[in-house]
């Protein structure tokens, strides 16, 4: 449990608890009963807690996404990751966020199940977007044209994928984890190779669900 200043911001709070919010999640789900077991942990009065998330299961689940961000980010501010190859920045990025999630495994799952309800879709997308982006920008990418988009849409669906594998993956040290996140990096290393293969030359038909489909579910 994080003790919370009493004068914090309510982004603040947000931020602050959610890391208990989603340990508590594990028991209660993205309940109000977790909102308010976390917020009674840190010190903070429910009713408060409250007005830091106000749109219901989505929004706690959003708040845990952000906190892991500002853990990442926090992680690799001193530019470690500047004397890696691409794959490697990738790689730690992502396993950083997986590790800082370790043992949560049940309220991720509950997670997943909340955000795959039709009225969550669209805000289940933007937070996988928005944390790929993150990653792109801490491995280093300036890419502002159409390799922008296709890049942080691949790795969101890589990312996705690899979190759907982690929360049931009973193996040893996540080796199943870590093979198959190896196996989609090679992937996004490939990524120029297949996008001419995909678009043929032609950038307007280039379809990126069926392309995030390859990467989730490749040929066997």
């Known amino acids: ?121 669209a805000s289940a997308l933007k937070q996988g977007w928005s944390s790929a982006d993150k990653m792109w920008r801490l491995a280093g990418d300036t890419a502002t044209d159409y390799n922008h988009y296709t890049k942080r849409a691949i790795l969101s669906g890589i990312y996705g994928a690899t979190l759907a594998v982690w929360k049931d993956d009973t193996s040893e040290g996540k080796a199943e984890t870590r093979a198959f996140l190896d196996r989609r990096i090679e992937g996004v290393m490939k990524f120029e190779k297949a996008k001419a293969q995909l678009l043929g030359g032609d950038r307007e038909h280039f379809d990126v669900a069926r392309f995030l489909g390859r990467l989730r579910y490749p040929q066997k």
């Open 1 to 121: 449990m994080v003790a919370v200043a009493a004068d914090a911001t309510l982004d603040e709070i947000r931020l602050a608890l959610a890391p208990d919010i989603a340990l508590a999640a594990m028991f209660d789900g993205w309940s109000d009963a977790a909102l308010v077991s976390a917020a009674e942990g840190a010190g903070v009065d429910p009713d408060v807690a409250r007005l830091a998330f106000t749109d219901g299961p989505m929004d706690l689940i959003d708040a845990w996404v952000a906190s892991v961000d500002a853990r990442m980010t926090a992680h690799f501010a001193d530019g470690r990751l500047s004397a890696m190859p691409i794959r490697e920045r990738i790689r730690s990025l992502v396993w950083f966020r997986l590790e800082a999630i370790a043992g949560l495994e049940e309220s991720l799952a509950r997670a997943m199940a909340v955000q795959t309800m039709p009225q969550n879709i």
